[in-house]
């Protein structure tokens, strides 16, 4: 995922030195680069540029940064002083992520050798100040990372950049395909589709059901059973109330559905699609030429998400889009991530929590043990049917749930810290799920998630902190809050209302 893929560094620096200081700022950053790609803590590959000493320069090197499409964001570091009106021009034009890195070469200061030369040298403390200045007076979005190069937690801080930047630029090429609209009436899922390709690069698309039931139609047997072949592979088979014959008839055209959406996402250019559970196809399955789903192709939208489609459920293509970047920060990492919805409460005192789950669109990467494939009856939506569904429960632990909602005249993007407990049995319950209590208490976090407006449907991860969230928000420029075990309504309230006022004042951000 993140092997072609490259984050530029410059180093600043200017003339006034000469050759010989322009050498060493060159030699050191080779020195830094090759360390800290070699830590294993930035997925990406760091390049180094070259040094920068002139607005020329600067200019040059942001532009072609902007056109190089492997290169996912800047790195920028002054060695030496580095006048910033130099990176005046160089700053307009930079369209790409930036990480401001404050560090230095050596450690420690050589107290028996520092001279002037050695101080003049290695002067980033009064450089990046400089440039930092610069950054702040033209608005400049960017993280700002300061410590010493060889420190983990500052690789680490560069590494969730660099994941999240490489997840920003995937977004600018994410289609989105609604088969279906969003659900009527329903107000979460809405918004303003031509803002949000503007602000966060995705493009969201209508796709005909229509169109979707000829690949469906095409689809042969013998693929369907291949498929079906591999699930059993993967998944523990239990059949119960739907009996054999009706299970393995459900499971095949499940398949099939799968299939079909997998073929028309390819077709398309898409890696991300929403359903809508009363647009499957023809209403009447009774009717003699039928053409539909026979069921709501829940499996298909629990496999597809595992391998990265972003997927949102009753057309809410903003959480499709949002889970698409989120399982692009999460490659590689331990414990995975998911759609997921609010669905029903647990009242016990300060263990009170909320059941994460959905009617079927939850995906395995989070799940604690291998998954049952299971036909139930689902009676929500134009089918009424069996219908096959994953079922598991998952892994326990803290993680963060986020969501961006659309507020009119922003989008604000929202996330909260959640605890993942164990749930007790629910032997009725043939669904995928979750428990988990919201932070800093049920009562606290999930007030605090409804005044800011976030939605029931969220994009989970157990790995992706509110950092990533924070670097993600910074890059597009929208608004964020977070909610977490230092929240308390009083001031979030306030947090809320002072936002309005800074984006009614800074239209341009909307
Ligand atoms: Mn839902």
């Not at 079906?228 to 095949?252: L, P």
């Amino acid at each position: 995922m993140f092997e072609n893929l490259e984050v530029w560094w410059l180093s600043g620096t200017q003339l006034l030195y000469g050759e010989q200081v322009l050498g060493q700022v060159d030699e050191h950053s080779n020195i830094m680069i090759d360390g800290i790609n070699k830590s294993g803590n930035v997925p990406v590959k760091i390049v180094y540029k070259g040094t920068v000493k002139s607005a020329q320069e600067a200019e040059k090197l942001m532009k072609d940064a902007n056109s190089a499409e492997n290169c996912v964001g800047v790195i920028t570091w002054m060695h030496t002083f580095s006048p910033a009106k130099m990176w005046i021009k160089g700053l307009q034009a930079l369209q790409k992520p930036m990480l401001h890195f404050h560090t230095q070469f050596n450690t420690e200061i050589p107290w028996n050798e520092i001279d002037m030369d050695f101080m003049n040298l290695n002067q980033s403390a009064h450089g990046d100040i400089e440039f930092g200045h610069a950054c702040t007076r033209m608005r400049v979005n960017r993280k700002v990372v300061a410590g010493h190069w060889t420190n983990e937690d500052c690789q680490k801080k560069i590494g969730v950049w660099a994941r999240t930047a490489a997840a920003v630029a995937d977004a600018k090429n994410v289609r989105c395909l609604m088969f279906g609209m969003n659900m009527n009436n329903v107000c979460v899922t809405d918004g303003d589709r031509a803002e949000f390709e503007q602000r966060l690069g995705y493009h969201v698309d209508y796709y005909p059901v229509s169109s979707l039931m000829n690949y469906f139609k095409q689809v042969t047997d013998a693929e369907a059973d291949a498929l079906v072949e591999q699930y059993k592979k993967e998944y523990t088979i239990k059949i119960d109330e739907s009996g054999e014959e009706v299970y393995w008839e459900k499971v095949k055209n499940a398949a099939k559905a799968e299939i079909a959406i997998r073929r028309v996402l390819a077709d398309e250019g898409a890696t991300a699609f929403t359903t809508n559970f009363d647009d499957l196809g023809d209403a009447d399955i009774d009717s003699p030429n039928f053409c539909g789903f026979d069921q709501i192709p829940g499996l298909a939208s629990q496999r597809l998400m595992a391998e990265g489609y972003g997927f949102g459920a009753e057309g809410d293509w903003k959480t499709a889009c949002l889970y698409r970047s989120l399982w692009i920060m999460n490659q590689g990492l331990a414990k995975g991530c998911s759609f997921l919805e609010d669905y029903t409460l647990n009242f016990a005192g300060d263990q009170s929590s909320c059941l994460q789950s959905h009617m079927l669109e939850v995906t395995p990467l989070i799940a604690v043990d291998k998954p049952t494939l299971e036909v139930h009856f689902l009676g929500i939506g134009i089918r009424k049917q069996m219908t096959a569904r994953l079922v598991f429960t998952s892994k326990t632990g803290m993680g963060v749930k986020a969501t961006v909602v659309d507020l009119g005249n922003r989008f604000r993007l929202i996330t909260q810290e959640v605890e993942c407990i164990e749930p007790k049995p629910m032997p009725n319950l043939p669904v995928a799920s979750a428990l988990w209590i919201p932070q800093p208490t049920f009562e606290i976090g999930a007030a605090a998630w409804i005044l800011a407006g976030g939605t029931h449907h969220s994009a989970f991860s157990y790995d992706i902190t509110e950092e990533y969230w924070e670097d993600f928000a910074e890059m597009t420029g929208i608004e964020y809050v977070a909610i977490n075990k230092n929240t308390t309504i009083p001031e979030f309230k306030k947090e809320l209302r002072n936002n309005e006022i800074y984006y009614m004042l800074n239209k341009a951000l909307r």
